[in-house]
């Protein structure tokens, strides 16, 4: 059954899947949908959906050993 959302709180929940892995997105949308049945639709619900969704499946990237420059150097401010 479909869920009534606005057309932001749409874009929200697309948002939040663009952030997983593709294979999980489909689901993660399906997740929301579930949190939602049966509950009233607003802006609060859906984003309490979207986190206890995104919860479950966002897994963060593993760390690496050492500092994460990401390739740049160390920035020194020069008073004017």
Do not use: K, W, Y
Not at 5 to 19: D, G, K, L, P, Y
């Amino acid at each position: 059954m479909p869920i009534p959302v606005s057309e932001n709180q749409f874009f929200a929940i697309i948002n939040a899947a663009a952030a997983l892995c593709p294979s999980d997105r489909d689901q993660f949308v399906a997740c929301v949908a579930r949190e939602l049945e049966g509950r009233a639709i607003g802006d609060g619900s859906v984003q309490r959906a979207i986190a206890a969704a995104f919860r479950t499946f966002f897994h963060p990237p593993e760390a690496t050993n050492g500092p994460q420059h990401h390739g740049r150097r160390d920035l020194r401010l020069v008073r004017r």
